[in-house]
């Protein structure tokens, strides 16, 4: 007879840090070799600040590249999967980023390394 | 025989570089394309970080200049060429001089503001520049929106013009972060009800008292400082400006209102001074400053014998900056000559 576990109020709080040395960091060299803009990034954030999908969602292709370059990369088809593809943050970023290749780049590559079923882009 | 050396271009860099080599025993002409010389400093009302005035800095830089000086205004250099061990420089007006030395002191200009139309210079009236800024504090009228009220909120844009490759200017400026502080705080002094913005990329404090000013513009002024880099700005139908941009460090696309806002415009190499490096065949950098023979150990000297630079027409500088680099420049020159 299987004894139900007693629940005495305490729960384990899972750690929080990025844990770098054990994340993925395939995905960002697969994604720097196919679109090498991506080493550019300085954070300035004007792609997301002229985000259409950004202001209705939590989408924010700043935090895509930081996550991807710390190697967080669970979640990051989710993530990936709200942008339109509109391209206007190409047209705004000062460091000349291909970000409309790099989303589909890092789409690519996920769907390669993890083999999931992303069907987020329409990638010919 | 005393050495003549020509100077081209009459702001604080070619002002304390003839002041320089008139000190160290030099003849010079000091060349320059306006009716009067000071360059930008004319425009500018206080410096970073002490808010000397720009009248004072010009007054005392002048003072430096006597009697070994020509001044040759209203002169623009047309033609410069080395012939044998000399040089011979003319002007559009026929002026000519022989010279055992040329300094470059031609300097920056300002970029200009409309190329950045997505953030609406020249097309909202509440937007302006800097170097608009520092011309109204200098007139010392009220400061105002140009529908004339007094602005409850002024934001300032750091980085317009640089760090940018779509305006092709990859190189930071240096000057602009703490100019903003600068204006903030003159703001804030003008306007104590009003509330100041700046919206920043990095903030480069690397001058001394550079960050004590950015502490007080936090401590005594409540400056606020949100880190995003503008995407766009937009007019309300009150002519108020909506900004763009992304709070970084919340991680959370930001709108915000304001009265005023202020684009901190960049350094671009002066047309002149590209004009000139071509003239000379110096080396063309992709930024458009004249590159020195050794940016560390001879930033004065050029790849040319007897061509110098000195100021920002080998990159950005401060008014401090500069002073010191025309100096040093005349050492240069003068190592030269007496060899």
Same mark, same amino acid.
Request: glycine residues 8%.
């Given at each position: 007879?299987?004894?139900?576990?007693?629940?005495?109020?305490?729960?384990?709080?899972?750690?929080?840090?990025?844990?770098?040395?054990?994340?993925?960091?395939?995905?960002?060299?697969?994604?720097?070799?196919?679109?090498?803009?991506?080493?550019?990034?300085?954070?300035?954030?004007?792609?997301?600040?002229?985000?259409?999908?950004?202001?209705?969602?939590?989408?924010?292709?700043?935090?895509?590249?930081?996550?991807?370059?710390?190697?967080?990369?669970?979640?990051?088809?989710?993530?990936?999967?709200?942008?339109?593809?509109?391209?206007?943050?190409?047209?705004?970023?000062?460091?000349?980023?291909?970000?409309?290749?790099?989303?589909?780049?890092?789409?690519?590559?996920?769907?390669?390394?993890?083999?999931?079923?992303?069907?987020?882009?329409?990638?010919? | 025989?005393?050495?003549?050396?020509?100077?081209?271009?009459?702001?604080?860099?070619?002002?304390?570089?003839?002041?320089?080599l008139s000190k160290l025993g030099f003849h010079v002409t000091l060349v320059e394309k306006e009716e009067v010389t000071g360059g930008h400093l004319n425009k500018w009302h206080a410096l970073f970080p002490t808010l000397l005035s720009g009248k004072d800095a010009l007054e005392t830089i002048t003072k430096g200049l006597n009697g070994n000086i020509k001044i040759q205004t209203a002169t623009k250099v047309?033609?410069?060429?080395?012939?044998?061990?000399?040089?011979?420089?003319?002007?559009?007006?026929?002026? !000519?001089?022989?010279? /055992? *030395?040329? &300094?470059?002191?031609?300097?920056?200009? #300002?970029?200009?503001?409309? +190329?950045?139309? %997505?953030?609406?210079?020249?097309?909202?009236?509440?937007?302006?520049?800097?170097?608009?800024?520092?011309?109204?504090?200098?007139?010392?009228?009220?400061?105002?929106?140009?529908?004339?009220?007094?602005?409850?909120?002024?934001?300032?844009?750091?980085?317009?013009?640089?760090?940018?490759?779509?305006?092709?200017?990859?190189?930071?400026?240096?000057?602009?972060?703490?100019?903003?502080?600068?204006?903030?705080?003159?703001?804030? !002094?003008?306007?104590? /009800? *009003?509330? &100041?913005?700046?919206?920043?990329?990095? #903030?480069?404090?690397?001058? +001394?008292?550079? %960050?004590?000013?950015?502490?007080?513009?936090?401590?005594?002024?409540?400056?606020?400082?949100?880190?995003?880099?503008?995407?766009?700005?937009?007019?309300?139908?009150?002519?108020?400006?909506?900004?763009?941009?992304?709070?970084?460090?919340?991680?959370?696309?930001?709108?915000?209102k304001v009265g005023l806002l202020v684009l901190m415009a960049g350094m671009e190499p002066a047309a002149d001074t590209k004009s000139l490096a071509n003239m000379l065949g110096l080396k063309n950098v992709s930024d458009g400053f004249i590159q020195p023979l050794d940016e560390i150990l001879r930033s004065n000297c050029t790849e040319i014998p007897g061509v110098f630079v000195a100021g920002t027409c080998?990159?950005?500088?401060?008014?401090?900056?500069?002073?010191?680099?025309?100096?040093?420049?005349?050492?240069?020159?003068?190592?030269?000559?007496?060899?």
């Amino acid at each position: 007879m299987e004894k139900k576990a007693k629940n005495f109020g305490y729960t384990i709080t899972r750690d929080r840090q990025i844990d770098f040395d054990a994340n993925n960091h395939d995905i960002c060299k697969i994604v720097a070799k196919a679109e090498p803009t991506l080493n550019l990034c300085i954070s300035c954030g004007t792609c997301a600040a002229t985000c259409t999908a950004g202001q209705f969602t939590d989408f924010s292709l700043r935090q895509v590249i930081l996550l991807l370059r710390r190697g967080e990369t669970n979640g990051l088809a989710k993530e990936i999967s709200k942008c339109m593809l509109c391209g206007k943050c190409q047209l705004v970023c000062p460091r000349n980023v291909s970000t409309r290749n790099l989303i589909i780049q890092i789409s690519k590559a996920l769907y390669d390394n993890n083999k999931l079923d992303l069907k987020l882009v329409n990638v010919k | 025989m005393v050495k003549h050396v020509v100077v081209i271009g009459g702001g604080p860099a070619g002002l304390e570089t003839s002041a320089s080599l008139s000190k160290l025993g030099f003849h010079v002409t000091l060349v320059e394309k306006e009716e009067v010389t000071g360059g930008h400093l004319n425009k500018w009302h206080a410096l970073f970080p002490t808010l000397l005035s720009g009248k004072d800095a010009l007054e005392t830089i002048t003072k430096g200049l006597n009697g070994n000086i020509k001044i040759q205004t209203a002169t623009k250099v047309t033609s410069l060429e080395a012939v044998n061990d000399y040089f011979t420089i003319s002007g559009h007006n026929g002026w !000519q001089e022989k010279a /055992d *030395a040329v &300094v470059l002191t031609t300097g920056f200009q #300002l970029f200009d503001s409309h +190329r950045k139309e %997505e953030y609406g210079y020249g097309i909202y009236e509440n937007v302006i520049t800097s170097a608009d800024l520092e011309e109204l504090f200098a007139s010392e009228k009220e400061l105002v929106t140009r529908h004339g009220n007094k602005p409850e909120r002024v934001g300032f844009v750091h980085c317009v013009g640089s760090r940018d490759e779509k305006v092709n200017n990859l190189h930071c400026s240096k000057v602009c972060c703490i100019t903003a502080v600068k204006q903030a705080i003159e703001v804030k !002094q003008m306007l104590p /009800d *009003a509330e &100041v913005f700046c919206f920043y990329m990095d #903030l480069r404090m690397f001058g +001394r008292h550079y %960050e004590e000013l950015y502490k007080e513009a936090q401590e005594k002024y409540n400056i606020q400082f949100i880190r995003g880099r503008l995407s766009e700005s937009t007019e309300d139908k009150d002519g108020n400006i909506v900004v763009k941009v992304e709070d970084t460090l919340l991680g959370k696309p930001l709108r915000i209102k304001v009265g005023l806002l202020v684009l901190m415009a960049g350094m671009e190499p002066a047309a002149d001074t590209k004009s000139l490096a071509n003239m000379l065949g110096l080396k063309n950098v992709s930024d458009g400053f004249i590159q020195p023979l050794d940016e560390i150990l001879r930033s004065n000297c050029t790849e040319i014998p007897g061509v110098f630079v000195a100021g920002t027409c080998s990159g950005p500088k401060s008014v401090s900056d500069t002073v010191a680099d025309a100096r040093s420049a005349a050492l240069a020159v003068a190592d030269f000559l007496k060899v």
